[in-house]
């Protein structure tokens, strides 16, 4: 897969949306049929959504990111504590989202290899360009887009735990659960324990 493929703005859709993702999460482990999906989805509105439109881009953007996954990580999102829940759909965003794990990898990290605590609009500018030397084609996004892809990756580190607000952007230290890491490890997600910060 070509870099500039895997650089999509499909994030924008939304953040880590959890109680959504548990949701959905369900309709996974239930082996839920296509009608069963709408029924859930349009019919009870089970995701809480003002409209059927929001309602099913929010589904297919979830949907995306934990069928990347393996059923054990749904049933953490789905019955494992809400610390559990959260770490678990980060590592499914990160696997869905290379814009969100090179991120960490190549910013967040080093930040904290050089004991800086603090993020910034400029961090992302800087890092922003040279994913736009690497794949050209995503220089085409509307600046509104860019802006919004900035804003969700920053919510995103917020709700995760990442960062202590999209207001000061100061980084705090993270722990990454012991059922986290031992999923992980098991099925040799060896970028998402890099990017999420999993040392020996």
Known sequence: MRVSEIYAADIAAGSLLISESREVAKLLLAN????DWKQAIRGDNVLMKRSPASAKRQTRLIRNRLELMQPELWEIVTDGSY?????????????????????LLEVKSTKVQVFESQLSLRDWDKFFETCEQRAPEITSWAE???KKVRQVVFRILAEAKYMDSTKSMK????????EIQSYLKSHSEY???RCMGIFE
């Open 191 to 193: 970028y998402l324990i």
């Open 171 to 178: 980084l705090i230290p993270v722990r990454i659960l012991p």
């Open 144 to 146: 509104t887009t860019k």
């Open 32 to 35: 839920a049929t296509e009608e």
């Open 83 to 103: 610390d559990s829940c959260v770490q678990a759909l980060m590592a499914a965003t990160v696997k869905q989202s290379r814009l969100l794990g090179d991120f």
